[in-house]
């Protein structure tokens, strides 16, 4: 979980959202950690979503080109 969250692709940001969820969820972090993962699972949730937008906008592109 040291990559950058920039360099990662959509189903390596999503499993590793997963994984800070279902650590954050087991408890048992100090403070300071359990923040650093939040902060990580924000911006993992963040670069998903980036990529769905990016695939939503290629499909809409993708139809419009068929309707025409």
């Known amino acids: 979980m040291n990559e950058p969250v920039s360099?990662?692709?959509y189903e390596a940001?999503?499993?590793q959202?997963?994984?800070v969820v279902?650590?954050?969820e087991q408890g048992g972090l100090d403070?300071?950690?359990s923040l650093a993962l939040w902060e990580r699972g924000e911006a993992l949730a963040k670069r998903c979503e980036e990529h769905?937008?990016?695939a939503r906008a290629r499909v809409e592109?993708?139809?419009e080109q068929t309707e025409d």
Do not use: V
């Open 7 to 9: 360099e990662l692709g």
């Open 52 to 54: 769905l937008a990016g």
């Open 31 to 33: 403070l300071d950690h």
């Open 17 to 19: 959202l997963a994984e």
């Open 22 to 24: 279902k650590m954050l």
């Open 61 to 63: 592109k993708a139809l």
């Open 13 to 15: 940001a999503r499993d």
